[in-house]
Structure formats: structure tokens, C-alpha cells
């Protein structure tokens, strides 16, 4: 078994220093930040799947037609809000629309091979931290960077990740790439 997802990496080293920043502010006691080589936008988490499924994902994900789009990052929120944070995350703005439908389009691929859909509707975002320990000045750091503008970020291609979890965080690869459009 594995375990994988679908997903868009932000991997611009201009855009991640910036992020890097932001994440520095919100680095409090009690909080795990997403490491700079880990950052991205996930479209669908498929779980712990059988090996064998890897190469149905990939025909599906051969099928899609989907020209190359921009987004911008901007803004810093939290699930399940800012007063109880779980999890902290950066907003995106211009492109979100583009990042839906194409959600809408892996999301539609992956129910044809079995994978059940997600039952809350899609919010595109780019994790920061997930919170451990509750911790009363996160609060107070997420809304000094409410705001914050980050910048734009092409999409170029999707990914298919594998995920594998460690005591010192997730280990990240690659399993297959299916570029966008011009």
C-alpha cells in the first residue's frame, strides 16, 4: 500500500522564500510547519492505496485537458477559523476559479476508478502548519499576516505524489507528472 495524493507544487524559490517568511512569523510553541520542499496546493488525497492502482491513476490523469494558469497567494487563514486553529493556511486569490475547475476535472477522473468524491466542497489553499498544542499568540501572529501578499504562482503541471509519513514529518515524491497546456 501507499499513500498518495494529487496535488500542485509550489516550487518557484522566490514565491517559497516569501512563504518561509510568513511561516517564521507563525513559528510559536506547539506548531509543525510544512517544510519549504513539501509545500503545495492538494487537489485530491487518495489515501492508502494498492501499488498496483498507480498506473489507473495515471490514465486517467493522461485524459485531462487543461491549459497552463496562474494563481496568487494571498492571505492567511485557519481551519476550523483563527480563534481554534488546526490548521493555518495561506489564501489564493486571481486563479482560484481555474485551481476549482481543475480540482472539479481530478475529482470527476478519480470517481471513474473508484475514488469517492469529497464530501466538503473544494477551498483551495496552501497549508503552513498544522497546530499541536494550542497556543494563544498563534492568534494574535495570524492576524498581523492576515493580508500578507505572497505573489503569483504558475501552474505548469499536476502531480501525483507519494506520501510517506515519518516521525520527523512526511517524505515526499513524485510519481508522475501530467503537464498543463499551453
Known amino acids: ?36 520542499e513539501n509545500i503545495h496546493l492538494t487537489l485530491k488525497f487518495l489515501g492508502n492505496i494498492p501499488e498496483e492502482r498507480v498506473k489507473y491513476i495515471v490514465e486517467e490523469l493522461d485524459t485531462i485537458s487543461f491549459k497552463k494558469f496562474s494563481f496568487r497567494i494571498h492571505g492567511v487563514g485557519a481551519f476550523p477559523n483563527v480563534n481554534r486553529p488546526r490548521v493555518v493556511w495561506l489564501g489564493i486569490k486571481e486563479g482560484a476559479e481555474k485551481l476549482i475547475e481543475l480540482q472539479e476535472i481530478v475529482e470527476n477522473c478519480m470517481k471513474r476508478i473508484g475514488f469517492k468524491p469529497e464530501p466538503k466542497k473544494f477551498h483551495p489553499h496552501i497549508t503552513l502548519l498544522r497546530v499541536k498544542k494550542f497556543n494563544p499568540v498563534l492568534q494574535r501572529r495570524i492576524r498581523d499576516v492576515c493580508k500578507v501578499e505572497i505573489g503569483s504562482f504558475n501552474v505548469n503541471c499536476i502531480r501525483l505524489k507519494k506520501s510517506v509519513l515519518t516521525p520527523k514529518g512526511p517524505i515526499y515524491s513524485t510519481l508522475y507528472e501530467k503537464p498543463l497546456e499551453e
Open 1 to 36: 500500500m501507499i499513500r498518495c495524493f494529487i496535488a500542485v507544487d509550489v516550487d518557484d524559490k522566490h514565491i517559497i522564500e516569501k512563504i518561509k517568511e510568513v511561516q517564521s512569523h507563525l513559528n510559536v510553541e506547539g506548531v509543525k510547519l510544512v517544510e519549504p
